[in-house]
C-alpha cells in the first residue's frame, strides 16, 4: 500500500470507536470517535503527536488546570511527554485524526498519576 484514500468521517461512523489506520516502523495514524460526555484519563505518549479535529469539540485538559476546546478545522501538536485528557463536550459525535511519530506497538500509554505505562500493569495482571 503505497497511496490509499479513506473518508475518516464515514470510517467513524461505522466503527464507532477508534481505529488505527496506518501503521509503518517510522509513523502511524488512527482515527478517534468519541460519544458526548466521553472522556479519557489523564496521561502522555513518549512519541510526538498530532490530534486534527474533523468533526464535533474535543476538550483538551492540562495538569495545571488549563484547558483548550477544539473545533473542526483545528489542531493539537502534542510533544511526547506533555500530558493531556481528551473530552468530547460537544452535543454530537467527535471525530479526529490522530498522527504519532514511530510504530503504534512502540509507543507507551503513561499514567499521570503512577507515571507508568498502563499496558504494564495490564501486562502484569495476565501474568498473575
Known amino acids: 500500500m503505497s497511496i490509499e484514500v479513506i473518508d475518516l468521517?464515514?470510517?467513524?461512523?461505522?466503527?464507532?470507536?477508534?481505529?488505527?489506520?496506518?501503521?509503518?516502523?517510522?509513523?502511524?495514524?488512527?482515527m478517534h470517535y468519541y460519544k458526548p460526555g466521553h472522556k479519557d484519563e489523564m496521561h502522555c505518549h513518549n512519541a510526538d503527536q498530532t490530534f486534527y479535529v474533523i468533526d464535533g469539540e474535543c476538550t483538551m485538559r492540562f495538569p495545571d488546570g488549563g484547558e483548550a476546546v477544539l473545533k473542526?478545522?483545528?489542531a493539537a501538536l502534542i510533544t511526547g511527554g506533555s500530558f493531556y485528557q481528551l473530552e468530547n463536550t460537544g452535543s454530537g459525535p467527535m471525530?479526529?485524526?490522530?498522527?504519532?511519530?514511530?510504530?503504534?506497538?512502540?509507543?507507551?500509554?503513561?499514567?499521570?498519576?503512577?507515571?507508568k505505562d498502563v499496558r504494564e500493569k495490564v501486562q502484569a495482571d495476565v501474568n498473575v
Open 9 to 30: 468521517v464515514d470510517l467513524a461512523h461505522k466503527e464507532k470507536r477508534r481505529k488505527n489506520v496506518f501503521n509503518t516502523p517510522r509513523f502511524h495514524a488512527w
Open 72 to 74: 473542526p478545522g483545528q
Open 95 to 115: 471525530i479526529m485524526m490522530g498522527n504519532r511519530s514511530g510504530p503504534a506497538e512502540k509507543i507507551q500509554i503513561i499514567d499521570y498519576v503512577t507515571r
